[in-house]
């Protein structure tokens, strides 16, 4: 039989499922039964077809070229992308699964995909969100199943308390199941510090990407956060290990200097950070709008607001102004005595609204639109 004739890739239409099979399907034929010595052309062209459909990089064009056998190609690829337009992948979820593991297109959909799918079903995932889940950790499916994704998940479901919360920490840190065991000698280590029970649940939701490094890098937070005045077996701890991995040493000092340009000492500034460790993560533009409104327009006493550094957190636009509107409101009419807008401040949405607005019945309109103003001009006071 002549060699395949090689076309322009114009010639050929954008990826969809059914091309991609009807291509497979036709162009097995004459592969099979090329002599080996003209393999290169042919796979050539099975190259420039992927590599335009799926954007694969020449890496993973190398990695098919050495796949490609009478054994594994076209049946492979074509029932992996059966199997998983049977499960319901959109036509983007497989692209973006191939594109990431092409690997996956020379899979035993029994022996290695089905199981792996069918232990995240047991898990509860279904429909769209099994089919989201596993196209954004496309790696999960590359992992050995009993070697590493069931003791990763059994590690996982004994930190965990319900389905609703594993559900959300794989969601959130899938990427980590293919990690096992360096994410379970982590723990370990961060347990053997103090940080045990609900706290490594806040770990794994919030910043499940400390656990990914290396021991001795996560024991070198460990030191700086003892350095910075925080104790081991402190509650604390976990929330400045998050700020301190989180952020370059640049950057933290950086965000320390910005707070003592207002006049707080090297040891207010820390107190600040240790009451408040999230504080350092806020934007340069929220800390100094925040400080400033705080010292300047509440006139609030530095050691006050050193003392309580966690009323910088709150949304400047939708918490801080507003309620600042109605305390000057409730002064100014002499409607009730309120002596500490930061009392006012921390109070939840519901008790604030029962004993500033909703109780005074004769003013609730105009407290409200001191309150909800800046939501009907659209902007702020």
Not at 19 to 38: C, D, E, I, V, Y
Request: with cysteine.
């Amino acid at each position: 039989m002549q060699s395949l004739k090689l076309r322009p890739l114009l010639f050929y239409p954008p990826f969809s499922s059914n091309s991609f099979q009807s291509f497979l399907l036709s162009f097995s034929t004459a592969f099979l039964s090329t002599p080996k010595n003209q393999y290169s052309k042919e796979t050539t062209f099975i190259f420039d077809f992927l590599n335009s459909n799926f954007k694969l990089p020449k890496s993973q064009s190398i990695y098919i070229s050495k796949r490609l056998s009478g054994t594994t190609f076209p049946q492979n690829p074509l029932s992996v992308i059966n199997f998983f337009k049977q499960i319901g992948f959109s036509q983007t979820q497989i692209q973006t699964i191939i594109r990431q593991r092409v690997q996956l297109l020379f899979s035993d959909v029994d022996k290695t995909l089905r199981p792996k799918v069918d232990l995240f079903q047991q898990l509860g995932f279904q429909g769209s969100d099994l089919c989201g889940f596993i196209s954004r950790y496309p790696t999960i499916l590359t992992a050995s199943l009993n070697k590493t994704l069931v003791p990763s998940v059994e590690a996982i479901k004994k930190i965990v308390r319900n389905e609703k919360d594993l559900i959300q920490v794989l969601c959130k840190c899938g990427w980590i199941l293919p990690k096992y065991p360096l994410f379970v000698s982590n723990i370990a280590f961060l347990e053997s510090c103090g940080i045990v029970g609900d706290q490594v649940l806040i770990l794994l939701k919030r910043h499940s990407r400390l656990l990914s490094f290396s021991q001795s890098a996560i024991r070198n937070y460990v030191l700086q956060a003892v350095e910075l005045g925080f104790h081991q077996n402190s509650r604390m701890l976990i929330h400045g290990l998050q700020t301190i991995s989180g952020l370059s040493k640049k950057t933290f000092k950086r965000k320390l200097d910005i707070i003592q340009s207002f006049g707080f000492s090297n040891d207010e500034t820390l107190q600040m950070f240790k009451k408040s460790p999230a504080l350092l993560r806020a934007s340069d533009k929220k800390l100094k709008v925040g400080i400033e409104f705080f010292l300047h327009t509440v006139m609030l006493p530095k050691p006050a607001l050193a003392n309580r550094p966690m009323i910088l957190m709150y949304s400047i636009e939708d918490r801080v102004f507003p309620r600042y509107r109605v305390f000057q409101l409730l002064k100014s009419q002499n409607l009730c005595k309120v002596s500490s807008f930061v009392y006012v401040l921390c109070l939840s949405e519901d008790m604030f609204l029962n004993k500033y607005i909703s109780k005074f019945k004769e003013n609730t309109e105009a407290l409200l639109i001191a309150y909800k103003g800046h939501h009907i001009a659209g902007g702020t006071m």
